[in-house]
């Protein structure tokens, strides 16, 4: 599966981000994230686009407390059905294991380790798949708005018995302290917060044996259509890995995946889609990245894209932008600012 985290999460950061003011639209222009992917619900964003998206926030905040507010996260963060079977469990502590069980439906991008205590149970998280590096708020705000999931499926007021960074500490760590309730320990090995064995004992005042076992199931149906969806983004990535040597083959793509050239053409077509359709859509992403964004010549922009031929690479432009590659590199991105 590759990592990915669901729309839903992303619609609540730009929410949080709002909150404090930094506008939407500035963000994913900065981002260079498209803004109707937000809005579909099957959409799914690769960690390092959620981290981008991090990256241009704060650098348009100029806040390096951006989302250390537990208000703002337990109004806007949405954890759609994971929150639904964590309120039909028993306690906290089962519902930390729907969590642990589960958390991939939300981000398979965000590791989640629950670590036992003398005192109780660590929560420890952090991130993968990532080439860049992740902001250390990215990493504090999926502990801080874990912690709030919790305080919402208990009903009450939960205070970590200790909460530990593994970075070095801002000029003021005073917005970090207030969110999470108590002194933040910096430079430490791990993202993590010690949860209290009674606070792991509360009950759960919506638990529900019958619903329970329902909300799983959809869960369960999820995890499985993601492990089906990752066939398209290891296609994907692929395709782009083979592009600088010419036009890839299905059989070539097929023989870096492991897979059957049968195989993969049975997998594409389960989805909805083919080869053709897929290369297309890569070359069609990169063109634009090359072309909008880094102002690449057409004839390299092109050899990238793995054409042999200058008017074939021409042809393809004008189907996809009705412009030919030259007048698209002049027209640059309407979706990011003239500053970048």
């Given at each position: 599966?590759?990592?990915?985290?669901?729309?839903?999460?992303?619609?609540?950061?730009?929410?949080?981000?709002?909150?404090?003011?930094?506008?939407?639209?500035?963000?994913?222009?900065?981002?260079?994230?498209?803004?109707?992917?937000?809005?579909?619900?099957?959409?799914?964003?690769?960690?390092?686009?959620?981290?981008?998206?991090?990256?241009?926030?704060?650098?348009?905040?100029?806040?390096?407390?951006?989302?250390?507010?537990?208000?703002?996260?337990?109004?806007?963060?949405?954890?759609?059905?994971?929150?639904?079977?964590?309120?039909?469990?028993?306690?906290?502590?089962?519902a930390l294991q729907q969590a642990a069980r589960y958390l991939a439906v939300?981000?398979?991008?965000?590791v989640f380790e629950l670590q036992p205590d003398p005192q109780g149970e660590w929560i420890a998280m952090g991130h993968t798949g990532t080439a860049r590096?992740?902001?250390?708020?990215?990493?504090?705000?999926?502990?801080?708005?874990?912690?709030?999931?919790?305080?919402?499926?208990?009903?009450?007021?939960?205070?970590p018995l200790q909460v530990q960074l593994a970075c070095d500490p801002p000029p003021s760590d005073a917005a970090y302290a207030h969110a999470f309730g108590g002194p933040v320990r910096w430079r430490a090995p791990r993202h993590r917060l010690l949860v209290a064995a009674a606070d792991l004992a509360a009950p759960v005042p919506s638990h529900s044996a019958v619903l329970l076992p329902l909300h799983e199931r959809v869960l369960d149906e999820r995890m499985q259509e993601l492990s089906e969806e990752g066939i398209l983004q290891r296609v994907r990535a692929a395709i782009e890995a083979e592009l600088p040597r010419g036009e890839p083959r299905r059989h070539e793509v097929a023989r870096r995946l492991d897979l059957s050239d049968r195989m993969l053409q049975r997998r594409l077509a389960a989805q909805g889609t083919s080869f053709q359709a897929e290369l297309d859509a890569v070359r069609r992403h990169l063109a634009e990245q090359y072309l909008c964004r880094q102002k690449l010549a057409p004839g390299q922009a092109g050899y990238l894209l793995g054409f042999s031929d200058e008017s074939n690479f021409i042809r393809a432009c004008k189907r996809?932008?009705?412009?030919?590659?030259?007048?698209?590199?002049?027209r640059g991105d309407p979706e990011v600012p003239p500053d970048r």
């Open positions: 599966m590759i990592p990915t985290s669901s729309s839903a999460w992303v619609r609540g950061l730009l929410r949080v981000f709002a909150a404090q003011g930094v506008e939407r639209a500035a963000v994913l222009a900065r981002a260079g994230l498209a803004a109707h992917r937000v809005e579909d619900d099957q959409e799914r964003f690769a960690a390092d686009e959620v981290t981008r998206l991090w990256e241009a926030a704060l650098a348009l905040s100029g806040n390096p407390a951006l989302g250390m507010d537990a208000e703002l996260a337990a109004r806007h963060i949405d954890f759609q059905e994971l929150g639904m079977a964590m309120l039909s469990s028993a306690d906290l502590q089962g939300i981000s398979s991008a965000t590096p992740v902001p250390v708020q990215r990493s504090a705000f999926s502990l801080l708005a874990m912690l709030c999931l919790c305080r919402w499926v208990v009903r009450r007021p939960i205070v996809w932008f009705g412009m030919a590659p030259g007048a698209l590199r002049a």
